[in-house]
């Protein structure tokens, strides 16, 4: 059973920093792109950050770049997203996604979705 899991998540005042993780089991991420996704309340569903199955590319919101990093390590079956210099607006709860083939922030592209973990920035 294909499954992801993303951890990482809490409170964090603005300015703050946090890493979210997000661990396959099931499967060898290796072979597919990654796509962390994000919903606030009363919001549709936005694409923050992409990967590429070998990690050479990576793709930003606007919304985020400069700000996050996405990165792998395929030897860990992970996918790690740093956020950094966060601010209200990025509280949401964040998802980790995989599909085969090309990157994309589009989220109709992903078959495979973890549960999710909150962020909230706050003071």
């Known amino acids: 059973q294909l499954q992801l899991v993303e951890s990482g998540g809490g409170l964090v005042q603005p300015g703050g920093s946090l890493r979210l993780s997000c661990a396959a089991s099931?499967?060898?991420?290796?072979?597919?792109?990654i796509g962390w996704f994000r919903q606030a309340p009363g919001t549709e569903q936005e694409g923050v950050s992409c990967i590429s199955s070998n990690g050479g590319r990576t793709n930003y919101a606007d919304s985020v770049k400069g700000r996050f990093i996405i990165s792998r390590d395929n030897a860990k079956n992970t996918v790690y997203l740093q956020m950094n210099s966060l601010k209200p607006e990025d509280t949401a709860i964040y998802y980790c996604?995989?599909?085969?083939?090309?990157?994309?922030?589009?989220?109709?592209?992903?078959?495979?979705w973890g549960q999710g973990t909150q962020v909230t920035v706050s003071s």
């Open positions: 099931g499967f060898t991420l290796d072979s597919y792109a």
């Open positions: 996604a995989a599909k085969m083939g090309l990157e994309t922030l589009q989220t109709h592209w992903y078959a495979t």
